[in-house]
């Protein structure tokens, strides 16, 4: 199905960035124009959703060129979930941001620079070719540079130095990668090689030489940018510099599109023939060490947003484990993990920035007492808490119960690794409501005033109580936002409607695509 609307996705955030700088020192005109790009996006994408949830693909070539010349966006229901989850994230931390950053700092491009992230991460989630994808990278890799240091501490610009390097060092290699999958089929666009790729594979003539490297190289890139273990060793150390409606912005959206550039090619071409039976081994060992090591280290910690920040790698972890099992359920488990992860992971950091507002710190020892001074930021603060865990009915419940189910027969000891993750994660939230909220306050002397006015707060609240019902929604409407993702994960295990709809000549020309890369 063609729509020439879809680029209106990339096109709303990149003139709202430019409006932004025209009225870069007037916050109330920024806010408003940041909202209304917002809100039209959402209600874009969750109109396009419902279109496609049968199956359907929305298919934009730009500029009127066939695939696989020009510029593609497919809007199916993998990228429509991811799409509508982020914006809803998107929209609760530009509202909480209102209330908590400095006027100077939200002044300091803060709005250009979030829609100019948010250019950069519809790009990725709607791009039909590999080399849009590192586009897509990298827009939102430079905004998400200068949100990292907004603020410009001595602490932010030293921990942005290696988030900086390691980005470097993952886009040479993606381009590098780029070129040599350019260089073997001739083609970028996905729906292309999917074609290609299982045409040789089914006719037994085999892939080129080298391409099990290509898929090792490109692991590596979407590792690296989605935390995967073991490179995950930027993130403990730069979320928790960053101003918390950023940090809040970055656990919902950075790591998801590593794992979703996973998700999109890997089933589709780089897990193929036998590259398959390298990637599946690296995918399966680093979904249980990112899993098992990541709730570890959260478990260890004594301070709100490096517990927060380290279980951003564990649950990506189980996301890692839904990517490795290649099939069907197994990807709509990742896909509706993600979903709920993205929202459930932003309220939490949001909550966390209104008990530094109440104590001025997050060190657990000198917190206290914050449920009976705050019932609101209590009871929004063990929701969320409760579905990361996975405390069924919420949200984090049936993600995990798909995975666990799905990787039980053949991948049992990962199931295993998932569920002993599972109980330190149990372990690790009540410890920060047990200290933070429940037990008696600090002794005076061992913490600080408290420093919020409630009256100037209605929009952090306002953007807490949006994503906790927003997490209590998917758990509770688990079934219907299943079955998209469903149907994402038979889109993605056999790519012929995908394909179809991008370049129908290119599955003509291969024979058909029985199944999938």
Not at 459 to 482: M, Q, S
Request: proline share 4%; glycine share 12%; aromatic share 10%.
């Amino acid at each position: 199905m063609s729509t020439d609307l879809l680029g209106l996705l990339v096109a709303i955030p990149l003139a709202t960035a430019i409006a932004s700088v025209a009225v870069v020192r007037h916050r109330h005109r920024q806010r408003v124009l940041g909202l209304v790009s917002l809100g039209s996006m959402l209600a874009l994408s969750l109109g396009w959703l419902l279109d496609v949830r049968d199956g359907d693909v929305l298919v934009s070539q730009m500029g009127g060129w066939p695939a696989p010349f020009g510029i593609t966006i497919v809007f199916d229901s993998l990228s429509g979930l991811l799409l509508c989850a982020g914006l809803v994230v998107a929209i609760g931390c530009y509202v909480h941001a209102f209330s908590v950053l400095d006027p100077e700092t939200e002044r300091r491009y803060f709005h250009p620079l979030v829609q100019l992230l948010l250019v950069g991460v519809n790009q990725c989630f709607l791009t039909g070719d590999l080399f849009n994808l590192f586009v897509g990278f990298e827009l939102m890799l430079m905004a998400s540079y200068g949100l990292l240091v907004l603020g410009h501490s001595r602490r932010q610009l030293g921990q942005a130095y290696k988030y900086l390097l390691l980005n470097l060092i993952a886009s040479t290699v993606f381009v590098v990668s780029a070129g040599l999958v350019y260089g073997m089929f001739g083609t970028l666009n996905l729906a292309d090689l999917a074609a290609i790729v299982d045409a040789r594979v089914v006719s037994g003539e085999g892939l080129p030489p080298g391409f099990v490297g290509v898929s090792v190289l490109l692991l590596f890139v979407f590792g690296a940018k989605g935390a995967f273990f073991p490179l995950w060793f930027w993130l403990p150390d730069t979320y928790h510099t960053c101003p918390i409606p950023v940090a809040a912005l970055f656990s919902g959206l950075l790591t998801k599109v590593g794992v979703y550039a996973v998700a999109r090619t890997y089933p589709l071409v780089f897990a193929a023939g036998d590259a398959r039976d390298v990637v599946t081994p690296l995918l399966l060992m680093s979904a249980a060490a990112t899993m098992l090591l990541g709730v570890l280290g959260a478990v260890s910690q004594d301070r709100v947003r490096r517990i927060l920040a380290v279980h951003v790698i564990s649950q990506v972890g189980y996301m890692v484990f839904g990517l490795s099992l290649m099939t069907t359920a197994g990807l709509a488990g990742a896909l509706y993990y993600m979903v709920q992860h993205m929202i459930v992971k932003s309220s939490l950091f949001l909550c966390c920035g209104v008990m530094e507002r109440h104590t001025g710190t997050d060190d657990l020892g000198r917190l206290g007492g914050l449920y009976r001074r705050d019932r609101f930021l209590g009871v929004a603060f063990f929701v969320a808490a409760m579905s990361l865990v996975g405390l069924p009915p919420l949200s984090g419940f049936f993600g995990k119960l798909i995975l666990v189910r799905e990787g039980w027969n053949d991948r049992w000891w990962l199931s295993l690794v998932a569920l002993v993750t599972g109980l330190l994660t149990l372990v690790s939230m009540l410890k920060v409501w047990s200290k933070g909220f429940w037990s008696a306050p600090a002794p005076a002397g061992e913490r600080t005033t408290d420093v919020l006015a409630v009256g100037s707060m209605r929009g952090a609240y306002t953007g807490i109580g949006l994503l906790v019902a927003a997490a209590v929604f998917v758990g509770l409407a688990a079934e219907p936002i299943y079955d998209i993702a469903l149907q994402a994960g038979e889109q993605l295990t056999d790519p012929t409607a995908y394909i179809e709809a991008v370049n129908p000549r290119a599955l003509f020309a291969a024979g058909g695509a029985g199944g999938g890369g």
